[in-house]
């Protein structure tokens, strides 16, 4: 099987005035991909697709007429990189609260739903009743739709789950994590479909509880509080064949020139293996529990100059609260963009990271070698 992923694409500021603009990176990505493989058997798209209208650090309503053409241009991009289209999306903190704060002619909508208005229903299909946890968002009731935190789809004989981060904790703050209750649904579910520990099992979400950063430090994600940190690694416990693919954390600091530098082993009990070069011993295989893995990002963070990492072809214009045009040098095209490709075999899983900039050293042209994890 063939899964190629990307995440953090931040169409922001500018880039979703109408008509809204996809970002060149994504662009990038999808065509590249296309070349290199044809069609992957599955696609998955990460979160934070749309940021900054106009802040980073606020709620603020993006208009549903722009939420829709934004939408449309995305999937239409992304349904080409795969086999019938098939694309699983999750949400990012920064969808969510683009879609928060009413106005007279904009009620608060999801800006996470690619499920009920598709494509996911048409593409991967109806999600039946035992296989999501779903809620209304407490701040928009019914009229948002059901936000699917947690769901499951077979797809070519994989398993394949996605969780969403909890619509009412990321509204106005900006902050994101997993419902408990989600958490709860994901380690039932993953006990029912994996009992013996051993399937070959795929889990999307958006928040890192762990990642390393490009100069190989470790740390844990400011996002996600101890108690849920722990809840979600107790889901993971014990399938050792689990990889658990995020985003949110993207940009130059976590750049890869080797592929194993994105992908992290953890014991039966959660601990973290020290794996220098990506090498796992045969006495460390017998406890392993679960793996966790970074799936890149198509936008670097916004720096005091932008210009080291963006192409100067940013979009200039009017936002809610400006009164004359401004040059946002972040809508421009990415120097330093990744995402990942995964390939599965019957004795093995294959990862590796693909660029879209112009860099050195992180172009198209190099491509860091691959990093295989034995299935257990």
């Known amino acids: 099987m063939k899964i190629a992923c990307y995440t953090d694409i931040h169409n922001q500021q500018t880039m979703l005035n109408m008509p809204t603009v996809l970002r060149q990176s994504a662009v990038a990505a999808a065509e590249q991909t296309a070349a290199e493989w044809g069609k992957a058997d599955i696609s998955i798209v990460g979160g934070d697709n749309i940021s900054d209208y106009p802040y980073w650090d606020r709620s603020c309503a993006l208009p549903y007429v722009n939420w829709l053409d934004i939408k449309g241009k995305l999937t239409e991009n992304f349904k080409r990189t795969a086999v019938g289209g098939r694309v699983l999306y999750v949400s990012g903190n920064n969808d969510l609260i683009l879609g928060d704060l009413p106005t007279a002619d904009n009620p608060p909508y999801n800006a996470c739903d690619f499920y009920n208005t598709g494509p996911m229903k048409e593409t991967l299909g109806e999600l039946t009743e035992g296989e999501y946890y779903g809620v209304y968002a407490k701040s928009k009731g019914k009229q948002a739709g059901i936000y699917h935190l947690a769901f499951h789809y077979t797809v070519d004989g994989t398993d394949f789950f996605g969780i969403n981060i909890d619509p009412d904790e990321a509204f106005n703050n900006h902050d994101c994590c997993y419902n408990p209750e989600s958490l709860e649904w994901l380690k039932h579910k993953l006990s029912k479909t994996d009992p013996n520990g051993d399937k070959l099992i795929f889990v999307i979400g958006h928040v890192s509880a762990t990642v390393r950063r490009t100069d190989g430090t470790v740390l844990y994600d400011c996002d996600m509080d101890k108690k849920r940190q722990k809840a979600l690694k107790e889901a993971f416990a014990g399938h050792k064949n689990l990889f658990y693919l995020y985003g949110h954390v993207h940009g130059q600091d976590y750049l890869r020139r080797h592929s194993w530098e994105g992908v992290l082993h953890f014991d039966i009990s959660g601990r973290l293996m020290e794996t220098p070069g990506g090498i796992i011993t045969a006495e460390q295989k017998k406890s392993i529990g679960f793996h966790t893995v970074h799936m890149g990002g198509l936008r670097p963070f916004a720096t005091d100059r932008p210009f080291e990492y963006f192409e ?65």
Request: no cysteine.
């Open 312 to 376: 100067n072809d940013g979009i200039a214009g009017i936002l809610p609260g400006t009164e004359k045009a401004i040059a946002y040098e972040s809508t421009g095209t990415p120097k330093v963009a990744q995402y990942l490709l995964i390939e599965t075999f019957s004795d093995r899983v294959v990862f590796s990271y693909r660029n879209t900039g112009t860099m050195q050293g992180f172009t198209p042209d190099d491509k860091p070698e691959k990093y295989e994890v034995a299935i257990l």
